[in-house]
Each structure stands twice: as C-alpha cells, then as structure tokens.
C-alpha cells in the first residue's frame, strides 16, 4: 500500500488540476453515477469526539474510497488539530487498499476547488477585487483556488483577530507570489465585502459575518464554512437579493447547512427560490450566469463524491 502525504500531493498535484477532478465530481454526483452511502457516525463516550466513515463508489470513473475523520474540537486547546483525516484508495475490481492519502490536506483541496470551479462556472467574465473571510486551516486553499479561477488585482482578508490576520497574509504573500494580485489584511468583513465581485466565507460563525447590503451586483459567493444547522455565516438578505442558488448537494446542503435552514425556517426564503445543483450546469441541465448585474450564491457542504474523483486523481499522479 502506498502512503501518500502533503509533500508528495504538492509535488504531484495542483490546484488547477483539482478544480478539473471536482468539476468531474460534481457533474458525475448530479447524474446519479456516484455511489456516496449516508455518512455513519460515532461519538466517543464523553461526547467529546466524533468519528466518522464515508465511502463512496464511481462505476464509470473506476474508482472507490474510504474517508476515516476523526472530529475532536478539544484538541485545539492541547495544541492539536481538530481534525484528523485518511483516505484510503481502493481497486474498484479486486477491493485491494491501494493508498493512503493524507486526508486532512485533500480535504483541504477539494473544498477551495469547490470554490474555484464555481467562479469559474458562475462568476462574471470581468472580475477584480476578492473578498476572504475567515483563516483558518481551510483559507490557504480557498484563496490559491480563487486566485486560479480569476485574474484578481486585489483581495482583501478578513477574520476574527487582526493580528492573526496580518499573520496570515504575510504568509499568503509568500505563498502566492507568483500570482500578480494584491493581498490585504482588514479589520472586518464588511470592509472586504465592499465592491468585492468575488467572496468566499470559510468560518465556523453562528451569525451572519457581514452586512447583505455591501454585496455589490454582479458578486459570486462561495459560503464554505456553514455544515451544520446551528451554523450561519451568509446573511439571509443575501438569499433574497440572489438571482440564482446553486449547491454541490441540494440534498445534503438541505439536511446540514444552517445558511439555508435558518432562512427557509423563517420564511424569508422558500425552496421555490432555489436554482439546483452546480453539476447540473456542468453537464448542460441548468443554465450559469445569464448577465452581470445578478448576484449568485454557490452553497457548499462537501460531498463524498469530491473525495473519491480527488483522491483517485492524486493516486494516478503520484504512482504513474
């Protein structure tokens, strides 16, 4: 079996060539030729851990997996991740464990892919400035993605702690200094919304993170961080100014994400308002942006599928 890690990812695998294997994922989930079982899940017996199995199956792409993630928010305040993940490539004809790919980083991956292949389906032809909100361990991926999807002169980040955004940019300059895009820290989301035509919030908010308003027409937005109902960061203004509403899963975002539940319980917004499945317009069911004066909102939760096509991709690449 091989073991996969991080370094052996970035030396094989780019971004680019993930948003291609998420695009891939999405349209084959939304034609029904992914096998993606619901989730099971186990908490330890203080409740202070979960861990959870997610298999999935793709006859056509010839591919099978086994995602193992383990969910211990405590171990932030011992200096450990929260997070621990693995997924293991199978043969799809001999069920043979091929691989084991450091779950963590694809994961990682595959969700500012998410984002990247949405702005490139449904964002505007012309678009400049770009809004971060959030930096935590899934915000690097998000703004290399967003950086790769459009040809940005600035994108401005916000989070929680000023310091540690300023700490972060720093790093992103490094990073990404091959991309010709300003990078700037600022004191709240509002500020980085403004006059944004691009915006990705990646946090773990109860509340909406900034003001509906700001969002100037023409915007395309990426809400990443919102998996579970209690869970809020878009303001509902948002859904009611939007012209389309596009999901990597109606289905899962309908059971999991409080960025709709918390606004369709309210009656502020209504599934009649809701456009479909980002992989319906990849495979031509579903049309993209139709002008550049609408507001869009693409809502991910992550799905299986994304997973399975992913770490399929960096196996082939890394043993071929």
Do not use: W
């Not at 293991?88 to 779950?103: L, Q, R, T």
């Not at 980040?157 to 895009?181: S, W």
Request: aromatic share 6%; net charge neutral.
């Amino acid at each position: 079996m091989r073991i996969i890690s991080r370094e052996d990812i970035d030396s094989h695998y780019s971004m680019e060539e993930c948003i291609d294997s998420v695009k891939d994922a999405f349209a084959l989930f939304s034609k029904g030729k992914v096998q993606v079982p619901l989730r099971t899940q186990i908490k330890n017996g203080e409740g202070s851990g979960t861990y959870l199995c997610m298999p999935a199956y793709c006859q056509e792409y010839n591919a099978s997996c086994v995602k193992l993630l383990n969910m211990f928010p405590g171990n932030v305040q011992q200096g450990l991740p929260a997070i621990h993940a693995q997924v293991f490539v199978m043969d799809a004809k001999s069920g043979v464990i091929n691989g084991m790919i450091d779950g963590n980083y694809l994961t990682q991956l595959r969700t500012g892919a998410a984002s990247g292949a949405a702005f490139k389906l449904l964002a505007k032809k012309k678009c400049e400035i770009g809004a971060l909100i959030g930096t935590g361990a899934q915000a690097a991926a998000q703004l290399e993605a967003m950086l790769i999807a459009k040809k940005l002169k600035e994108v401005r980040i916000a989070g929680l702690d000023f310091k540690r955004t300023q700490a972060f940019v720093a790093d992103m300059q490094q990073k990404m200094q091959h991309f010709p895009t300003k990078i700037l820290a600022v004191s709240d989301a509002n500020t980085a919304v403004e006059q944004a035509d691009l915006i990705v919030t990646v946090t773990s908010s109860q509340n909406p993170v900034f003001d509906g308003k700001r969002v100037k027409k023409g915007a395309t937005i990426s809400a990443v961080g919102s998996y579970q109902p209690h869970m809020q960061e878009i303001p509902a203004e948002v859904l009611t100014r939007a012209s389309k509403i596009y999901f990597d899963s109606q289905e899962a975002v309908l059971s999991e994400s409080g960025d709709i539940l918390v606004p369709l319980s309210l009656g502020i917004i209504k599934e009649e308002q809701f456009t479909g499945e980002i992989g319906q317009v990849i495979n031509g069911e579903l049309v993209s942006r139709e002008n550049a004066e609408e507001i869009i909102l693409f809502k991910t939760v992550g799905i299986a599928a994304q997973d399975l096509i992913v770490a399929q991709a960096i196996f082939d690449k890394v043993t071929n």
